[in-house]
């Protein structure tokens, strides 16, 4: 029953949007980009720098199994599988919301000390109490390095597509447990 209810949401979809004159998904110019081996390398740098096979575990342990040993088997999957095969796999998808530049400048971020703090403190870091009033404490240069234009629009663009991360996170994952099966 879901089944066919997605199917007709989705032939709705097809059939409306020609009428209407959908948009293009991206402007030509970013379209070109993404399918520049030195855009897909950028990105699938700051895939590494951000440890995004993390990123997949999350998914996996967020994600439903009929049993216990069905969810260990996919856990099993994943530590198997190297890191820098979830980049490159994760990377050319990723390329066509991740500009370049924001590869870049993001990748250069996380690989600061900070950022590598950031990245640490987001996958390894127990709940924190923070009693109100109390603001956590952020060095001068990283203050300043956070105000910086480039920065400030990397990261925003950056946040506009983690949906679209965790989204092909989680058909990465389909497909590696698949893989195995």
Do not use: C, W
């Given at each position: 029953?879901?089944?066919?209810?997605?199917?007709?949401?989705?032939?709705?979809?097809?059939?409306?949007?020609?009428?209407?004159?959908?948009?293009?998904?991206?402007?030509?110019?970013?379209?070109?980009?993404?399918?520049?081996?030195?855009?897909?390398?950028?990105?699938?740098?700051?895939?590494?720098?951000?440890?995004?096979?993390?990123?997949?575990?999350?998914?996996?342990?967020?994600?439903?199994y009929q049993s216990q040993a069905q969810?260990?088997?996919?856990?099993?999957?994943?530590?198997?599988?190297?890191?820098?095969?979830?980049?490159?796999?994760?990377?050319?998808p990723l390329a066509r919301v991740i500009?370049?530049?924001?590869?870049?400048?993001?990748?250069?971020?996380?690989?600061?000390?900070?950022?590598?703090?950031?990245?640490?403190?987001?996958?390894?870091?127990?709940?924190?109490?923070?009693?109100?009033?109390?603001?956590?404490?952020?060095?001068?240069?990283?203050?300043?390095?956070?105000?910086?234009?480039?920065?400030?629009?990397?990261?925003?663009?950056?946040?506009?597509?983690?949906?679209?991360?965790?989204?092909?996170?989680?058909?990465?994952?389909?497909?590696?447990?698949?893989?195995?099966?």
């Amino acid at each position: 029953m879901k089944f066919v209810a997605h199917a007709v949401l989705g032939l709705s979809f097809a059939l409306v949007n020609p009428v209407v004159g959908a948009a293009p998904a991206a402007p030509p110019a970013r379209a070109a980009a993404a399918a520049s081996a030195a855009h897909v390398q950028a990105v699938q740098d700051l895939l590494g720098a951000m440890q995004a096979e993390k990123v997949l575990r999350g998914v996996a342990a967020r994600s439903r199994y009929q049993s216990q040993a069905q969810r260990q088997a996919v856990f099993d999957k994943l530590a198997k599988t190297p890191p820098a095969q979830v980049y490159r796999r994760l990377a050319p998808p990723l390329a066509r919301v991740i500009s370049a530049d924001t590869a870049l400048e993001m990748t250069r971020f996380y690989q600061t000390p900070y950022g590598k703090q950031v990245v640490h403190n987001k996958y390894n870091s127990a709940s924190q109490i923070m009693m109100p009033g109390m603001k956590t404490v952020v060095p001068p240069e990283e203050k300043k390095e956070r105000k910086r234009a480039a920065y400030v629009k990397a990261s925003a663009e950056l946040a506009q597509a983690q949906p679209v991360l965790e989204h092909e996170a989680f058909k990465l994952l389909q497909l590696i447990n698949k893989e195995g099966s």
